[in-house]
């Protein structure tokens, strides 16, 4: 007996199923509201240098405060005064010609800045004076809370399945909880910069142990439901998190308003099952046999004890790795588990690097910065309700491949279109963005069908640490347009076309049972030949 037989006698999608789904919605709309919220606090308002310590002379007492900027501030190119600069003496003569080809010794800005808070009341930039050549530490702490994330990924693997997906995920809650409030309180760039590497390492922990516990408790016929509409909680953070970054204009209020679900989370986690799978791959059987009972009478099937009893549940766990503790050594002891885990990386790799490869590089809508993230936000919803559709009718491997390598033929396209056809480029990007996105949802529920419960989460642990790899390349890539404009992007279209055509080497999973040991992989054909 396996478990989907198990599934089959108590419902394997009923109302236990659903409920598992909106007690993991709160946690997950958190990941979006952080990984994108670097996006607002660490915002760049328009600034100029202090000139106030000017009038300590007397000579601009009775001055306009134009007249003070014009003989403070040489200008750029584009007519306004300059951002990092200012005369090194006042250049009085310019009141009377106002020459803009006026060219005289100018210095760093002595005294400070000052900003325009129409938009901010206060950043990371203003907070700290991140700019001019301090300007790059804004997006250091972004990629410092994607290392976080990345090592988070490969702790939270090996401790959910060593200590179970439950207690993982609430380790996960409390740390992201404790670190995301603190983070709103840090007095210097440094601290804040820590809190933020730990914040994004307890929030790795809740992405990938909620996906799992969905789908561990999921039939074969709902897992790809499950999986496509608890996603739909990463939409909904994403465009909640423009509309409070609209109404919250302040960075530590933002923090913490952004991190507030997550105390929610944390009360409603004591009604959150462990994953009866894992705990019968770990010879719980007691405890897996305490929470099948609890989702047969919440489902409504009545005493089954006459069909599943102890008995019955320990012959379903494999007695050989019974005891084993399983690390990511695992991941490739054995021939086609060394297959599996190369071809899901570069997959992983791939999807992740032309997704924000994409999201990076794609200008504005010509809208002002929160409708602009709520309306790409938005763009991802039809994107994941089409992947469902499709991943029931043509599977999940084509489906992994066929958006990938779409979205590799949308940056192609965009390549060759001419600057001036700007409303077309607009739209083959928006385009490449949602099938990205569709990459993005698929491989999640893709991969989870991929690995056997025993090494599961180690298994999507390795994959989340490919991915935050191509998070932290898609920047780097976007900077070689210095030394050739479409470098860039041909490089991010060869990874989307790549990684499909990897994904065409994985095996379907569609209507198949989820593998419960690696002698699972290893005697079935997991991989196409």
Not at 222 to 239: Q, T
Not at 246 to 268: F, S
């Amino acid at each position: 007996m396996k478990f989907e037989n198990i599934l089959e006698e108590i419902n394997g999608f009923g109302p236990y199923q659903i409920f598992i789904i909106v007690l993991l919605c709160a946690p997950r709309i958190v990941l979006p509201c952080h990984y994108l919220l670097n996006n607002f606090i660490a915002a760049l308002p328009p600034h100029r240098c202090d000139i106030s310590t000017l009038d300590d002379g007397g000579h601009f007492r009775n001055w306009t405060q134009q007249q003070r900027l014009t003989v403070s501030l040489p200008l750029g190119e584009d007519g306004g005064f300059r951002s990092c600069e200012m005369f090194a003496e006042p250049q009085f003569q310019l009141l009377v010609n106002g020459s803009k080809d006026f060219e005289a010794t100018t210095v760093p800005c002595q005294s400070g800045w000052v900003y325009d808070n129409s938009s901010f009341t206060s950043t990371l930039a203003t907070e700290w004076d991140l700019v001019c050549d301090r300007k790059s530490l804004t997006q250091t702490t972004s990629s410092i809370f994607f290392f976080g994330v990345m090592i988070g990924a490969i702790a939270s693997g090996f401790l959910s399945d060593r200590y179970g997906r439950r207690n993982t995920l609430l380790a996960s809650y409390i740390m992201a909880a404790v670190f995301g409030f603190s983070s709103a309180f840090a007095n210097s760039y440094v601290v804040f910069a820590v809190l933020r590497f730990f914040t994004g390492f307890g929030l790795t922990g809740i992405g990938v142990n909620s996906l799992v516990l969905s789908i561990e408790w999921a039939d074969t016929d709902h897992r790809s439901f499950i999986g496509v509409i608890g996603s739909l909680s990463w939409c909904l953070g994403n465009m909640l998190l423009a509309a409070l970054a609209y109404l919250v204009n302040d960075w530590r209020n933002l923090t913490m308003t952004a991190t507030a679900p997550l105390g929610l989370a944390i009360l409603t986690w004591w009604w959150i099952p462990e994953s009866a799978r894992w705990l019968l791959a770990h010879g719980k059987v007691e405890k897996a046999k305490f929470y099948i009972d609890k989702c047969a009478k919440f489902n409504k099937r009545g005493d089954l004890s006459d069909k599943i009893n102890l008995e019955t549940l320990s012959s379903i766990e494999d007695e050989e790795n019974k005891d084993n503790n399983y690390t990511y050594l695992d991941l490739i002891k054995t021939p086609k588990m060394r297959k599996l885990t190369l071809l899901t990386g570069i997959v992983w790799y791939g999807v992740a690097s032309t997704y924000y490869g994409i999201s990076l590089n794609i200008g504005g809508l010509g809208m002002n910065i929160y409708l602009t993230h709520f309306i790409y936000a938005a763009i991802e919803v039809p994107a994941k309700l089409m992947v469902y559709c499709c991943l029931n009718i043509v599977g999940r491997r084509k489906c992994q491949a066929g958006t990938l390598l779409l979205t590799g033929l949308c940056i192609a396209i965009n390549i060759f279109l001419p600057q001036d056809l700007w409303h077309l480029r607009i739209i083959v990007g928006i385009l490449g963005k949602g099938l990205s996105e569709a990459a993005f949802t698929t491989v999640y529920l893709y991969t989870t069908e991929l690995y056997p419960t025993v090494v599961r989460q180690n298994g999507l642990g390795y994959c989340s640490v490919m991915s935050r790899l191509g998070v932290s390349v898609a920047p780097l890539i976007l900077m070689l347009e210095d030394f050739w404009t479409p470098l860039p992007q041909i490089i991010i279209c060869s990874a989307a076309f790549v990684s499909g055509l990897v994904a065409l080497l994985l095996p379907e999973t569609l209507k198949e049972r989820l593998p419960e040991t690696i002698q699972d992989v290893e005697q079935k054909t997991m991989l196409v030949n």
